[in-house]
């Protein structure tokens, strides 16, 4: 899953270790999921937009979004 944690946290001048006390989990989880190797659960997702004040949608990509076509955001096959 493409994200923009990383760009989030910079312009807040915010370490890993920062954003991770401000969430509840470790260092090393903020940077598994900036790296993309780790998807926050659903709850987490929620918390991090809170802490940034913007849609889960404008943090969290999936990655096959654009493969799809969009299909999925725009509500066809629903």
Known sequence: MKNR?????AE???SQADLAAQLGVSRQTVNAIETGKYDPSLPLAFSIARTFNRHIE???ES???AAAGG???SGAGL
Do not use: H
């Open 58 to 60: 404008e943090i969290f």
């Open 63 to 65: 990655e096959g979004k």
């Open 5 to 9: 944690l990383r760009v989030l946290r």
């Open 12 to 14: 807040l001048d915010w």
């Open 71 to 73: 299909l999925a955001a």
